[in-house]
C-alpha cells in the first residue's frame, strides 16, 4: 500500500460526459502528479501540483484540468469524453517540506471507460 | 521522448538473478538513474535510483558504469512475484516539487520470471 487513495476503481460513461477522479495524496506530501495509460501511448504525465499550485504541464488536453485544493488532495476533470479517453489514471504523490522530491508514490488507479 | 533504451523483453528463471540493461548514453551531469516497475496494471513503485555510484536497498542493485552511460538493475534472486514491466528512467532531482519532478516513462523491459 502507498498511501495514495484514488477513486473511483472503475468508471464507465458515455461519449460526450464529464467526470471527476479523486486524489488523496500521502500524508504530508505536497506535490501530486497525474498520468494516464492508454495502450497504445504507455505511461504519460499530465500535470503536477505543489501544495495547491500548478507547477508543471505535460501532454493533458484541454478538455482536462485539475486541481489541487488546501486538504492537498487533487481532482483531474476530464469533459467532452472521447472513446480514446479510455485509460487507466494514476496519481502518484511526493514530498515537500524537508523531504526529497526524488520518489514517487503512485495509487491503484481509476480504470475509465468511454462507450 | 524517453532518454533510455530498454530491451523490449527478457526471461529470468526463479531463483536466478535478473539482469535488466539501460541504456542513456546522453545522460547529463546532474541527471540521476531511476528504476520503476509496474505489476500489471497496478500503479509504478518505485526502486532504487544513483547518480554515479553503484546503489544497493532491500529490493534491488543498481550498478551504473563509469561513463554513466548504461546501468544495470539487478534483482539477485528473482520470484515469480518479479515479473512486471521495469522502467528505467533519467531525470534532475529536484526538491519540492520542482517543475522537473514529472517522470518520464518510456516503453520498458517485460520481465517474465518462470518456474
Known amino acids: 500500500d502507498s498511501g495514495v487513495t484514488q477513486t473511483p476503481k472503475h468508471l464507465i460513461t458515455a461519449t460526450g460526459q464529464r467526470v471527476t477522479l479523486r486524489c488523496s495524496p500521502r500524508s504530508g506530501d505536497l506535490s501530486v502528479y497525474w498520468y494516464q495509460q492508454s495502450l497504445d501511448q504507455g505511461l504519460q504525465f499530465l500535470i503536477q501540483?505543489?501544495?495547491?499550485?500548478?507547477?508543471a504541464k505535460g501532454n493533458i488536453l484541454e478538455r482536462f484540468s485539475a486541481q489541487q485544493f488546501p486538504d492537498l488532495h487533487s481532482e483531474l476533470n476530464l469533459s467532452s469524453l472521447e472513446l480514446g479517453d479510455s485509460a487507466l489514471y494514476f496519481c502518484?504523490?511526493?514530498?515537500?517540506?524537508?523531504?526529497?522530491?526524488?520518489?514517487?508514490?503512485f495509487g491503484p488507479g481509476t480504470r475509465l471507460t468511454v462507450t | 521522448d524517453a532518454k533510455t533504451t530498454q530491451p523490449p523483453s527478457m526471461d529470468c528463471a526463479e531463483g536466478r538473478a535478473a539482469n535488466l540493461p539501460c541504456n542513456h548514453s546522453t545522460i547529463s551531469g546532474n541527471e540521476y538513474v531511476y528504476w520503476y516497475r509496474q505489476i500489471h496494471s497496478q500503479g509504478p513503485q518505485y526502486i532504487i535510483h544513483g547518480l554515479k555510484n553503484n546503489e544497493t536497498n532491500e529490493m534491488a542493485s543498481l550498478i551504473i558504469t563509469e561513463d554513466r552511460k548504461s546501468s544495470t538493475l539487478i534483482l539477485p534472486h528473482a520470484t515469480l512475484r518479479d515479473t512486471a514491466v521495469y522502467y528505467c528512467?533519467?531525470?534532475?532531482?529536484?526538491?519540492?516539487?520542482?517543475?522537473?519532478?514529472?517522470?518520464?516513462f518510456g516503453k520498458g523491459t517485460k520481465l517474465s520470471v518462470k518456474p
Open positions: 501540483y505543489y501544495n495547491g499550485e500548478e507547477r
Open positions: 528512467i533519467v531525470r534532475i532531482n529536484m526538491n519540492y516539487g520542482g517543475s522537473q519532478g514529472n517522470l518520464i
Open positions: 502518484a504523490s511526493s514530498g515537500g517540506g524537508d523531504r526529497r522530491n526524488y520518489e514517487q508514490y
